[in-house]
């Protein structure tokens, strides 16, 4: 299921709710399209195969999540809410 791969809150419950007032079954409204086009996004990103696409994330970020992409974009995610807070400098 797709919600099993995003790990914002908020789109995943847009997608439990969208899965359960369809009776379990996920159907394509212009939301879920957009998150699914969002995945694929990431998974070329990910992919060690393309050799065009880049990222640049903090340093400790990449270090401390080298087998998943998304988990180094959620790391610097977190330093973001710090910076933007004025926590970190």
Known sequence: MLALYIRNTRYKTVLMTT?????????DNEETIELKKDKARLDWLA???????????????VEGNID??????????????YVN?????
């Not at 899965?19 to 159907?27: I, T, Y």
């Not at 998943?68 to 809410?81: F, T, V």
């Open 68 to 81: 998943s992409l998304r988990s180094a974009i959620d790391c610097a995610m977190e330093i973001g809410k």
């Open 19 to 27: 899965w359960a007032k369809c009776g379990g079954k996920l159907f």
């Open 47 to 61: 992919d060690s195969e393309q050799m065009i696409g880049n990222i640049q994330l903090p340093r400790e970020c």
């Open 85 to 89: 807070d004025g926590v970190r400098g």
